[in-house]
């Protein structure tokens, strides 16, 4: 099995490397007209003028025999030289890795700091609360924290450079604008998986015995943290491909704005290079995480000695989703039945009044109408393509080894760079957009549901099962299913506003839907030139994206105490012996 893996790990990033390298021709525009405005915007794009920069870059050999010479160069360790500057690439290649790099531990410092601070009330408590807080700072969009941040502590107080790669000051406002979300996903997942560990039978003994306290939390956390690890490598990558949008906010010369400006410019080379980085960074953390997590585990999981959590409950107040689901649906509701593209330039920028209860943008369009409008391009795709990611996740956690390579490859890549290569094929645009997020937003759930499966399947009760003569179908759907779809399902509800703001991440960037189409993504796009004049058009979608995290992992949570409490049998009453 281990063989399948590595064959589709290979499979994929051939795949993803030859699409890389027929992107120019699979726009449909001469690569040459891109690389002669890239190179001179004034000169004319005149036939002897294509002709020359077509000899010059090998372009009249036509794309395969391109394709070919750059993987034949590869092997040799050349990846090649830039069709703009003329530079050789591993050099730039190089030095955008490592500033991403340090960028990412700095921002996964932030994002541990902050799961450390959310996790520590439930090992305080003993259990967790319904994680609305956690979500909505997970559903933060980092280029809308990034700008703010610029704003406040760079150009108002002046505390911190804005832009730049000099010292290790430029990279505070970057690492806390990409930490935050991140650290609110892991510490909701932690603080979600604790509570049933800290109710297990051993807890009990270990606080008799008079263990110390911070001993038994650390044991309960490596209890916990087996499951959950590959979760935190892909965070990690996430934090090095998918910081497109706050490099470019900051100016930040890292991997994923060096990927961007070479696809725009049709620098080929260099978008191979980036790529190609983007990608052997993945796997070694991929690498890196299943080797810790089979370090934690331990010969449990090699002998079938593993026993699992009893399932917990996380009981949330009605009155949190119900208050969250009203304000949403009042909100959208009366932005319905406004017009969300009458322009009035006289109106444009005006703050929040009773005609214009969130304010208009800088065309004087109603904030309120755009935002309500713009709710089901944005929260009905992202539910679409949550739904479709689960169902691949539990269908390929059975599969783990088959699975692992595609997974690995996908998750080392930035929606950014997917959303570059299916908008070259079919257009930027909503359903562009929904196809490359849902290319690359199952890994995370797949990893997690192949997590759960292997550990329920090496554990004690499962092996008594099959002693005992139980069916494979049985086994598998009163057993494997129940203990894998329930988890793997609330982790998909808590990546559901993710799955938003990557939709809104590609609209901000021109990927996703186009003007003046009233998407969430596009108003924090529109709305970004002139945030410090008029924020609440940027908040509105802000606030509409932390509200529906709120949402999502709250109701989840209702929904799941009062399952269990409803199929929870009733104590059986003890009668005493007859005829004693």
Same mark, same amino acid.
């Given at each position: 099995?281990?063989?399948?893996?590595?064959?589709?790990?290979?499979?994929?990033?051939?795949?993803?490397?030859?699409?890389?390298?027929?992107?120019?021709?699979?726009?449909?525009?001469?690569?040459?007209?891109?690389?002669?405005?890239?190179?001179?915007?004034?000169?004319?794009?005149?036939?002897?003028?294509?002709?020359?920069?077509?000899?010059?870059?090998?372009?009249?050999?036509?794309?395969?025999?391109?394709?070919?010479?750059?993987?034949?160069?590869?092997?040799?360790?050349?990846?090649?030289?830039?069709?703009?500057?003329?530079?050789?690439?591993?050099?730039?290649?190089?030095?955008?890795?490592?500033?991403?790099?340090?960028?990412?531990?700095?921002?996964?410092?932030?994002?541990?700091?902050?799961?450390?601070?959310?996790?520590?009330?439930?090992?305080?408590?003993?259990?967790?609360?319904?994680?609305?807080?956690?979500?909505?700072?997970?559903?933060?969009?980092?280029?809308?924290?990034?700008?703010?941040?610029?704003?406040?502590?760079?150009?108002?107080?002046?505390?911190?450079?804005?832009?730049?790669?000099?010292?290790?000051?430029?990279?505070?406002?970057?690492?806390?604008?990409?930490?935050?979300?991140?650290?609110?996903?892991?510490?909701?997942?932690?603080?979600?998986?604790?509570?049933?560990?800290?109710?297990?039978?051993?807890?009990?003994?270990?606080?008799?015995?008079?263990?110390?306290?911070?001993?038994?939390?650390?044991?309960?956390?490596?209890?916990?943290?087996?499951?959950?690890?590959?979760?935190?490598?892909?965070?990690?990558?996430?934090?090095?491909?998918?910081?497109?949008?706050?490099?470019?906010?900051?100016?930040?010369?890292?991997?994923?704005?060096?990927?961007?400006?070479?696809?725009?410019?049709?620098?080929?080379?260099?978008?191979?290079?980036?790529?190609?980085?983007?990608?052997?960074?993945?796997?070694?953390?991929?690498?890196?995480?299943?080797?810790?997590?089979?370090?934690?585990?331990?010969?449990?999981?090699?002998?079938?000695?593993?026993?699992?959590?009893?399932?917990?409950?996380?009981?949330?107040?009605?009155?949190?989703?119900?208050?969250?689901?009203?304000?949403?649906?009042?909100?959208?509701?009366?932005?319905?039945?406004?017009?969300?593209?009458?322009?009035?330039?006289?109106?444009?920028?005006?703050?929040?009044?009773?005609?214009?209860?969130?304010?208009?943008?800088?065309?004087?369009?109603?904030?309120?109408?755009?935002?309500?409008?713009?709710?089901?391009?944005?929260?009905?795709?992202?539910?679409?393509?949550?739904?479709?990611?689960?169902?691949?996740?539990?269908?390929?956690?059975?599969?783990?080894?088959?699975?692992?390579?595609?997974?690995?490859?996908?998750?080392?890549?930035?929606?950014?760079?997917?959303?570059?290569?299916?908008?070259?094929?079919?257009?930027?645009?909503?359903?562009?957009? !929904?196809? &490359? %997020?849902? @290319?690359?937003?199952?890994?995370? =759930?797949?990893?997690?549901? /192949? #997590? *759960?499966? +292997?550990?329920? $399947?090496?554990?004690?009760?499962?092996?008594?099962?099959?002693?005992?003569?139980?069916?494979?179908?049985?086994?598998?759907?009163?057993?494997?299913?129940?203990?894998?779809?329930?988890?793997?399902?609330?982790?998909?509800?808590?990546?559901?506003?993710?799955?938003?703001?990557?939709?809104?991440?590609?609209?901000?960037?021109?990927?996703?839907?186009?003007?003046?189409?009233?998407?969430?993504?596009?108003?924090?796009?529109?709305?970004?030139?002139?945030?410090?004049?008029?924020?609440?058009?940027?908040? !509105?979608? &802000? %606030?509409? @994206?932390?509200?529906?995290?709120? =949402?999502?992992?709250?109701? /989840? #949570? *209702?929904? +799941?105490?009062? $399952?269990?409490?409803?199929?929870?049998?009733?104590?059986?009453?003890?009668?005493?012996?007859?005829?004693?």
């Amino acid at each position: 099995m281990a063989g399948a893996a590595a064959l589709t790990r290979l499979f994929c990033l051939i795949a993803v490397l030859a699409a890389v390298g027929l992107l120019p021709w699979l726009s449909g525009r001469d690569p040459a007209l891109a690389v002669l405005r890239a190179r001179s915007a004034e000169q004319d794009p005149t036939e002897e003028a294509l002709d020359s920069v077509r000899r010059d870059l090998g372009l009249d050999a036509g794309p395969l025999s391109l394709l070919g010479g750059w993987a034949s160069d590869l092997l040799r360790g050349d990846l090649g030289t830039s069709w703009v500057s003329g530079t050789e690439v591993l050099p730039s290649v190089v030095s955008g890795l490592q500033v991403s790099l340090a960028l990412m531990g700095a921002s996964l410092g932030v994002a541990l700091l902050l799961a450390c601070t959310l996790v520590a009330p439930v090992l305080v408590r003993g259990r967790a609360s319904d994680g609305a807080w956690a979500a909505m700072l997970a559903a933060v969009p980092e280029f809308l924290l990034a700008t703010v941040a610029l704003l406040v502590f760079g150009v108002w107080l002046g505390w911190l450079p804005t832009s730049g790669w000099v010292g290790p000051e430029n990279m505070v406002l970057p690492a806390v604008a990409l930490g935050v979300p991140g650290g609110g996903l892991l510490g909701r997942l932690v603080a979600d998986a604790l509570p049933a560990v800290l109710d297990e039978r051993w807890v009990e003994l270990w606080r008799g015995a008079g263990v110390s306290r911070a001993r038994i939390a650390g044991a309960a956390l490596r209890r916990v943290l087996p499951p959950l690890v590959p979760q935190f490598g892909m965070v990690a990558v996430g934090l090095t491909g998918g910081a497109v949008a706050v490099e470019t906010v900051f100016a930040v010369p890292g991997i994923g704005r060096t990927a961007l400006g070479a696809a725009k410019s049709q620098d080929l080379p260099l978008l191979q290079g980036s790529v190609l980085a983007l990608l052997a960074l993945g796997l070694v953390t991929g690498a890196l995480a299943a080797l810790a997590r089979r370090r934690l585990l331990g010969p449990a999981l090699r002998d079938a000695s593993l026993s699992l959590p009893p399932a917990r409950p996380v009981r949330a107040h009605p009155a949190i989703p119900l208050s969250l689901f009203t304000v949403l649906t009042v909100t959208i509701g009366w932005g319905l039945s406004r017009d969300p593209y009458a322009v009035n330039t006289m109106d444009r920028l005006a703050a929040p009044s009773w005609a214009h209860p969130l304010g208009t943008d800088g065309l004087g369009r109603d904030v309120l109408a755009r935002l309500g409008h713009g709710a089901a391009s944005t929260v009905g795709t992202a539910t679409a393509v949550c739904l479709l990611s689960l169902l691949i996740a539990l269908a390929l956690g059975f599969l783990p080894r088959i699975a692992e390579g595609a997974a690995d490859i996908a998750n080392a890549l930035p929606p950014v760079i997917v959303g570059i290569l299916v908008a070259a094929a079919a257009g930027p645009g909503t359903g562009g957009a !929904a196809l &490359a %997020v849902a @290319l690359i937003s199952w890994p995370a =759930l797949s990893a997690h549901a /192949a #997590a *759960l499966v +292997q550990e329920v $399947r090496a554990s004690a009760f499962l092996t008594a099962q099959r002693a005992i003569g139980a069916s494979p179908f049985w086994i598998l759907t009163r057993h494997v299913l129940p203990s894998v779809a329930a988890p793997v399902a609330r982790h998909a509800l808590l990546r559901l506003p993710g799955i938003a703001l990557a939709l809104a991440s590609l609209g901000f960037l021109g990927l996703g839907a186009q003007p003046p189409a009233p998407e969430w993504g596009l108003l924090l796009d529109e709305s970004r030139a002139y945030v410090e004049r008029a924020p609440w058009a940027a908040l !509105a979608p &802000a %606030v509409a @994206l932390a509200l529906l995290a709120g =949402l999502a992992v709250s109701g /989840a #949570a *209702l929904t +799941q105490g009062r $399952r269990i409490r409803r199929v929870t049998p009733a104590p059986v009453k003890k009668e005493a012996p007859v005829g004693v």
